[in-house]
């Protein structure tokens, strides 16, 4: 039996096509001793594929054109798409694609990539987005989302999905774009695009689970175990008889996305759910191949991971134990920033409770570090010391905090607008990296609501009836939308429309102020920070840079507030605040410039931020 290395070398997973009218073909079905390529092009054309080593079937199909459909033909006569197909035109059930990803003309050869560290992403749904909900009607934004100051904008999963509405987290071919999205080359098209106008891509994808509908991966090969078990269903095979190829597969996914698309992120998503206990963990070897990639395109390839463990291992070096990923999402922020805003308490915020948890995150990445968490009954969590807090993405919002409370509520329609403006400031001029969900920026009142074009009618009722017990616990009124309505889904729109009015107008202009700013001190490359609970609505953070010092102090109470602040004595300049008639806010603006001594008293109204700089002393840049 002729082996992979030798027989395909640097042969790809799926369809590849070749010179002449040829295209190679590769599928891992180790359950099948047997297989067929059901070509279907000029005429259909049935051709039995070589086995090779380890379950591979591999096939060279002469003739074969771009657009030409195909399945495989199992040994019991079913017909099933590629697991690696690179578009599925008809969705989940019907025939794959042959497209060639070489053809697209890329202009993005001088795009140098973007760090980490001086990042602000923007996470948005390319079907809520725009009314089109398409690849293409997001170019004509990127213009807009460069003004406002983002530097990276960061797609929810767009793998192929049932139906023609998703969040994206129920996705079944991960290397095939959602086709009510566009073709392969629209993709193509918004990242070239969004490179010429300075903006970094980053993609949503998900290792942890597909989704139930569409998802013939089991039929092919052991790519799921019932050692473990997700929040969402059968858990993918990392560590078991076979695992070997289903990391290659989603290994390979992973530098499909960087590659063919020019990706420079990935967002991974809820990695709690990947479960391996080999000896080397499955994100550490992601993590290798995307720093050889990286090293091969000469430009920084990011992996950012969200999990629910606060867990150091992902940030730490391979060398010390960990992972060696870049970043990753810190949803205590969230939660400290959420609870101060809204005083909800129940569920997982019931954690979170006064300044000292958002004073901690921010100094420290994460608040729960080892100690007892009420909500979970246990100790949560270990340290992250050390680690640089650009390596934390924080935010305000999110698709997650938003679209899973009961009816999809964006904090703008929570609270009121002073509030809202503290959150902006209290995200974007934190030490960590910000996240921004779309319209938030200019205060969006439509909300995110939970999304589903489902075919199959006992999964539908699954998502209902699972979607109604896991609110129980928050306390939430109303009724939960149902996802499979077509007006759940247009509900969650933007409008756009809304930026051109009052308010909506000054927030947006808060945003980009505030972006600007950070940009100036460079809060997330430079500088050492001092943060600490004033009293239990209160809270400082001072940024001292090489020329210049930041001091943010922030009023989270519904009271106003006089704070006596030693370590901010001397003429400061007025940069924002927040409750100034220049933002809309209840309050005449201050003096540009303030001179303060140490036994000074500094009045905040409620909710409200004050942000000043001032040069640094000799002595104090010493």
Known sequence: MPSIETKTGEMKLGARPLADEACEFLVWAPNAKSLTLHLIGREDEMIEMERLERGYHHAVAQGASLGDRYFYRMEDGRELPDPASRFQPEGVHRSSEIVDLQEFEWTDQNWKGRPIESSVFYELHI???????????????????????????????????????????DGVYPFAPQNSYGRPESLQRLVNAAHEHGLAMALDVVYNHPGPEGN????????????????????????????????????????????????????????????????????????????????????????????????????????????????????????????????????????????????????DGWYYSGQHSEYRGRRHGNSAAGIASSRFVVCSQNHDQVGNRAEGERLSTLVNFEAQKLAAGITLLSPSTPLLFMGEEYGETAPFQYFTSHGDPDLLEAVRRGRREEFASFGWKGTVPDPQDQKTFDRSRLHHALKEKEPH???????????????????????????????????????????????????????????????????????????GSRWKGPERDLESEMELTASAEIPLSPQSFLAMERNRTTQEAA
Not at 138 to 159: C, D, F, Q, S, W
Not at 547 to 573: H, M, Y
């Open 505 to 579: 107008r000054t927030v947006l202009e808060l945003y980009r102020e505030l972006i600007r700013i950070r940009n100036k001190h460079q809060l997330g490359t430079q500088g050492a920070w001092k943060i600490r609970e004033m009293h239990d609505c209160t809270l400082l953070s001072l940024h001292g840079g090489e020329k210049k010092q930041l001091a943010i102090l922030c009023n989270f109470s519904d009271t106003a507030a006089e704070l006596n602040v030693p370590e901010i004595e001397g003429r400061w300049t007025v940069l924002i605040h927040s409750a």
């Open 127 to 169: 079907g809520a987005y725009t009314s089109e909900g398409t690849f293409e009607a997001l170019i004509p934004h990127l213009p807009e989302l460069a003004k406002l100051g983002v530097t990276t904008i960061e797609l929810m999963p767009i793998a192929q999905f049932p139906g023609l509405r998703n969040w994206g987290y």
């Open 216 to 363: 013939y991966l089991g039929a092919y090969g052991p790519y799921f175990t019932d050692r473990y078990r997700t929040p969402w269903g059968q858990a993918i095979n990392y560590d078991s008889a076979g695992s070997d190829e289903v990391r290659r597969y989603f290994i390979e996914n992973a530098l499909y996305w960087l590659e063919e698309y020019h990706f420079d992120a990935l967002r991974l998503d809820a990695v709690h759910g990947i479960f391996d206990f080999g000896a080397r963990h499955f994100l550490a070897e992601l993590k290798a191949s995307v720093a050889e990639l990286s090293s091969r395109v000469e430009r920084p390839l990011h992996l950012v991971a969200e999990s629910d463990l606060n867990d150091a291992r992902l940030l730490h070096d391979v060398s010390a134990g960990g992972y060696g990923l870049d970043a990753q999402w810190s949803d205590d922020f969230h939660h400290s920033v959420h609870t101060l805003l809204t005083r909800e308490d129940r569920g997982y915020y019931s954690d979170f409770n006064g300044v000292g948890s958002l004073a901690a995150t921010m100094r």
